[in-house]
């Protein structure tokens, strides 16, 4: 059926104990030791780093998209699963997902349980996920756990302990595994790809801000002061803050930080309705909305406008595009 790469970071499903806690220990070749690999499949493992993924930082993600451009380089590949810690999988899937323009799958997938569990979920996630990446194509880069295919895109953790842990609150996944099965029930709407971006001296600084009852601009104004080019505003709602937080915009607009506008809550768009504070004074105040993508994404998305040119116009429109509006392919490659 095909020759898979596994790119092992770490995560719960390289996990052991460590005495207080559990922490990314193994190699990858200990943790593809615990998993049944699908009949046809063979596998080759490269180790790229094993650290718990909420210590994963641009630098980190940023060698694991070259990582995996290196791989699918070699015409012989025929798909990549990569494993990873569930805390921010759904950051670096996406930001894979923006610069993957090939018909062969990235399969990013974990666990909930640690190495060494009894009945732990990471087997079966990774059986999965080679078997995903053998069976499947263009597709973009998916996301498999839990007898489940999901979209990178809009994909988040959306339970801490369950072994059902990612969905997109706003869509449904793409398809189901089982009976040596990868059953696909819809294909995702993707942007163009964006170019790999060159490796960046200090990555770009994006925070995220969000508001709350008796929200004001002291943390938006501080991430400001302190370098960020780019911002994720939180906000309530469809997209809603203050008048005061929609000053504060603007002035980091005017100064060339780009920033985006996504919402707190679990599902649905942001949507301009409201004024006086509103995403309909957001907008007005050059924050880009994000649709249904939630902060974690969002950022990713900035982050990679951001490091696709140094142009301040340039990157509100490749922001644009990345959230779904048209750029054409051409323009993408000047960027």
């Known amino acids: 059926m095909g020759r898979i790469v596994v790119v092992s970071t770490g995560g719960t499903i390289a996990s052991r104990w460590q005495g207080s806690g559990f922490a990314a220990e193994a190699h990858g070749r200990e943790v593809m030791a615990t998993a049944a690999v699908p009949e046809g499949v063979t596998v080759e493992v490269v180790d790229l780093f094993s650290v718990n993924s909420p210590r994963l930082t641009t630098t980190h993600q940023l060698a694991l998209l070259r990582a995996v451009h290196e791989v699918l380089a070699d015409p012989g590949v025929d798909g990549v699963v990569v494993t990873h810690g569930t805390d921010t999988l759904e950051e670096s899937a996406f930001l894979l997902d923006l610069h993957h323009d090939d018909p062969r799958p990235v399969v990013f997938t974990g666990a909930q349980l640690p190495l060494d569990s009894e009945d732990g979920d990471g087997p079966r996630n990774l059986h999965d996920a080679l078997l995903t990446a053998a069976r499947c194509r263009g597709l973009g880069v998916l996301i498999a756990f839990d007898g489940k295919v999901h979209a990178a895109r809009g994909t988040i953790k959306t339970h801490t302990l369950d072994a059902d842990a990612f969905a997109d609150p706003s869509g449904v996944h793409l398809g189901n595994i089982g009976f040596g099965k990868v059953s696909v029930l819809r294909r995702p709407e993707r942007p163009a790809a964006l170019p790999l971006p060159a490796a960046p001296g200090t990555p770009p600084r994006v925070d995220m801000v969000m508001h709350h009852a008796d929200g004001d601009p002291l943390l938006l104004n501080a991430a400001v002061d302190a370098g960020a080019q780019g911002l994720v505003l939180v906000a309530t709602g469809a997209g809603n803050a203050t008048p005061d937080i929609v000053s504060a915009v603007a002035e980091a607009t005017a100064r060339g930080v780009l920033v985006a506008l996504t919402t707190r809550v679990p599902a649905g768009p942001v949507s301009q309705i409201y004024t006086h504070g509103g995403a309909v004074d957001l907008v007005a105040a050059g924050a880009v909305p994000t649709g249904t993508l939630r902060a974690g994404q969002a950022r990713i998305a ?17 922001l644009r595009h990345v959230l779904g509006d048209a750029v054409p392919a051409a323009d993408l490659a000047r960027a």
Not at 302 to 318: F, I, Y
């Open 302 to 318: 900035v982050l990679a406008a951001l490091l696709a040119t140094p142009d301040a116009a340039e990157r509100v429109r490749l």
